[in-house]
């Protein structure tokens, strides 16, 4: 999503949270925004939650509610001044397609996270029925202000790549979820579902490629 005044940065994310491990003590929360997800991370475990923010705005808000942040540019940062290893987890909420190397910053961060921590990651899906219908059928990819064609977003991922780019860094995916729009997808997707397997494709997961509105990733250092 883009920034829309104070509310783009204090979703507190449940369905993110509800991934972070429950045995995870201290998570770095990557994109922080005014720390809502972290504080309520805290307030529901306890634990310690670190945020990384390139807003000072957001940032400043979010040091009231977190035990530290950084204000920082994801697309630069190479070092973080916590110990190395240290975070049982690293949450990722609708931030690496707003990076132009999100693979280096995964590398980069490797080394914060513990050998056997986590990665959880939102990640819009750009094959969603409402991104695929307009471009087959009246040739646009129509970017706004928010949502899958979100103008500040640099990369567009599926699952597939999404995959491959956390596999490519160092990262085993463990489990996918998925969130879907509130409405019904209209009609014009079972035609095309129908459509797509008839040239081989397997009938219900297209249909739940094409209707996965976010995909939900926990992925853990692989080896």
Same mark, same amino acid.
Do not use: K
């Given at each position: 999503?883009?920034?829309?005044?104070?509310?783009?940065?204090?979703?507190?994310?449940?369905? &993110?949270?509800? $991934?972070? #491990?429950?045995?995870?003590?201290?998570? &770095?929360?990557?994109?922080? %925004?005014?720390? *809502?997800?972290? *504080? *309520?991370?805290?307030?529901?475990?306890?634990?310690?939650?670190?945020?990384?923010?390139?807003?000072?705005?957001?940032?400043?808000?979010?040091?009231?509610?977190?035990?530290?942040?950084?204000?920082?540019? /994801?697309? !630069?940062?190479?070092?973080?001044? @916590?110990?190395?290893? %240290?975070? !049982?987890?690293?949450?990722?909420?609708?931030?690496?397609?707003? &990076?132009?190397? #999100?693979?280096?910053?995964?590398?980069?961060?490797?080394?914060?996270?513990?050998?056997?921590?986590?990665?959880?990651?939102?990640?819009?899906?750009?094959?969603?029925?409402?991104?695929?219908?307009?471009?087959?059928?009246?040739?646009?990819?129509?970017?706004? !202000?928010? %949502?899958?064609?979100?103008?500040?977003?640099?990369?567009? @991922?599926? $699952?597939?790549?999404?995959?491959?780019?956390?596999?490519?860094?160092?990262?085993?995916?463990?489990?996918?979820?998925?969130?879907?729009?509130?409405?019904?997808?209209? *009609?014009?997707?079972?035609?095309?579902?129908? @459509?797509?397997?008839? /040239?081989?494709?397997?009938?219900?997961?297209?249909?739940?490629? &094409?209707?996965?509105?976010?995909?939900? /990733? /926990?992925?853990?250092?692989?080896?």
């Amino acid at each position: 999503m883009s920034p829309q005044g104070d509310a783009y940065f204090e979703f507190d994310r449940p369905e &993110l949270r509800e $991934l972070v #491990p429950a045995a995870a003590r201290r998570v &770095l929360d990557v994109g922080c %925004g005014a720390g *809502a997800l972290g *504080a *309520a991370l805290r307030e529901e475990r306890g634990i310690e939650v670190m945020g990384l923010e390139l807003s000072p705005d957001a940032a400043a808000r979010a040091r009231e509610r977190l035990d530290a942040v950084v204000e920082a540019n /994801l697309d !630069d940062l190479v070092e973080l001044p @916590f110990e190395r290893r %240290g975070f !049982d987890a690293m949450v990722f909420g609708d931030v690496l397609e707003h &990076l132009h190397d #999100p693979h280096r910053l995964l590398r980069a961060l490797r080394p914060w996270l513990s050998d056997d921590g986590a990665l959880v990651c939102s990640i819009p899906n750009v094959a969603h029925w409402s991104v695929v219908l307009p471009l087959l059928t009246q040739d646009r990819w129509p970017y706004a !202000d928010s %949502g899958l064609l979100d103008r500040t977003h640099v990369h567009f @991922f599926t $699952l597939a790549e999404a995959d491959l780019m956390l596999r490519e860094c160092g990262f085993a995916v463990e489990s996918a979820a998925t969130t879907t729009l509130p409405q019904p997808p209209p *009609a014009a997707v079972d035609h095309l579902t129908r @459509f797509l397997a008839a /040239l081989g494709t397997d009938e219900p997961s297209t249909r739940r490629r &094409l209707t996965a509105y976010q995909y939900l /990733l /926990l992925a853990r250092p692989a080896g």
